[in-house]
Nanobody, 123 residues
Framework: QVQLVESGGGLVQAGGSLRLSCTAS????????MGWFRQAPGKEREFVAV????????PYADSVKGRFTISRDNAKKTMYLQMNKLKTENTAVYYC????????????????WGQGPQVTVSS
């Protein structure tokens, strides 16, 4: 098992930046592919970006390509999401997730989830 704790959410103006962190405890972090997902009010949870166990596989949702960067530091057991040029439509609860499977955009494939910090982008 792995436990995930996120930090770094908050309120930011459109065009600004935030960095989310997801720190794991429990099982060996490098065994897990990790992902960021988000859920806006009234919408389904959606894929943002995922990263493979070694960090070399990093697919992104089209809507965040070129603005968001996912990374991980296996020594620190931490995954990051650097979010630049934020837009109001990026407002959502952002969840980190872990799976022992290969990195995938499907939320159902992730067994472990963080609590989800709120990210609010104001106009």
């Amino acid at each position: 098992q792995v436990q995930l704790v996120e930090s770094g959410g908050g309120l930011v103006q459109a065009g600004g930046s935030l960095r989310l962190s997801c720190t794991a405890s429990g099982d060996t972090f490098s065994n897990y592919a990790m992902g960021w997902f988000r859920q806006a009010p009234g919408k389904e949870r959606e894929f943002v970006a995922v990263i493979g166990q070694s960090g070399d596989d990093t697919p992104y949702a089209d809507s965040v390509k070129g603005r968001f960067t996912i990374s991980r530091d296996n020594a620190k057991k931490t995954m990051y999401l650097q979010m630049n040029k934020l837009k109001t439509e990026n407002t959502a609860v952002y969840y980190c997730a872990a799976t022992l499977l290969l990195a995938t955009a499907l939320p159902i494939r992730y067994k472990y989830w963080g609590q989800g910090p709120q990210v609010t982008v104001s106009s």
